[in-house]
């Protein structure tokens, strides 16, 4: 299957700091991107949805101004948690696809910590 | 908009025993629906993808069906085993609303050996 890699695997900040996570495609290009966020012992929620060259599309209740959102080619997406405090400590995973109707591929996710 | 579920959230079983995991989908508008594996801590490793079109996939011990129609899938796993301990999502794509992947809540699956 094809490949998604995600950067980095963990990452641990202070509060206040940006945290940028990648997420590529490495043999196939992505028209939409997708990224989620996970709490402990709970199931995947997707945050926004990334197309290339578009402003992404945020979910009821994620606020697009401390998730920045960039999908600059068919083959990166970027998100950026800004000015990150404590409750933002989560896994965050992100899910590419070639195609509308085809499989999407996940990344092995970051995990946040800001302390 | 589209809700997935997921019956039952935890499972504890001795090892050996077939069973059923159940995912229901509120839309039938899919492209296709996909389970996973999810270990403590871990990312998502993908075991089955079902496309609309289809009835069942199979991999190994494992076989996934789907019904569009009444919006159901199930995951049956056979013969099982302790490294089948994990948590076990499944996933739809919308053929709607920007094509979006929707989750399900997750069963916790722990097999006794």
């Known amino acids: 299957g094809a490949v998604v890699s995600q950067h980095p695997s963990w990452v641990i900040c202070k509060s206040g700091t940006s945290v940028k996570i990648e997420c590529r495609s490495l043999d196939f290009q992505a028209t939409t991107m997708f990224w989620y966020r996970q709490f402990p012992k709970q199931s995947l929620m997707l945050m926004a949805t990334?197309?290339?060259?578009?402003?992404?599309?945020?979910e009821q209740g994620v606020e697009k101004d401390k998730f920045l959102i960039n999908h600059a080619s068919l083959t990166l997406s970027t998100l950026t948690v800004t000015s990150a405090h404590p409750e933002d400590s989560s896994f965050y995973i992100c899910?590419?696809?070639?195609?509308?109707?085809?499989?999407?591929?996940f990344g092995q996710g970051t995990r946040l910590t800001v302390v | 908009k589209q809700e997935v579920t997921q019956i039952p959230a935890a499972l504890s079983v001795p090892e050996g025993e077939n069973l059923v995991l159940n995912c229901s989908f509120t839309?039938?508008?899919?492209?296709?629906l996909q389970w996973f594996r999810q270990d403590p801590g871990k990312g998502l490793t993908s075991l089955l993808l079902?496309?609309?079109?289809?009835r069942e996939q199979t991999s190994g011990r494992l076989n996934a069906s789907l019904d569009k129609s009444s919006g159901r899938s199930t995951l049956y796993i056979a013969a099982s085993q302790p490294g089948d301990s994990a948590t076990y999502l499944c996933?739809?794509?919308?053929?709607?609303?920007?094509?979006?992947?929707?989750f399900g809540p997750g069963t916790s699956l722990s097999v006794i050996p």
């Open positions: 079902i496309q609309s079109s289809q």
């Open positions: 996933a739809v794509r919308r053929s709607t609303s920007y094509d979006k992947v929707i």
């Open positions: 899910s590419a696809s070639a195609h509308r109707n085809t499989e999407a591929f």
């Open positions: 839309d039938s508008a899919i492209y296709n």
């Open positions: 990334s197309n290339e060259g578009s402003k992404a599309t945020y």
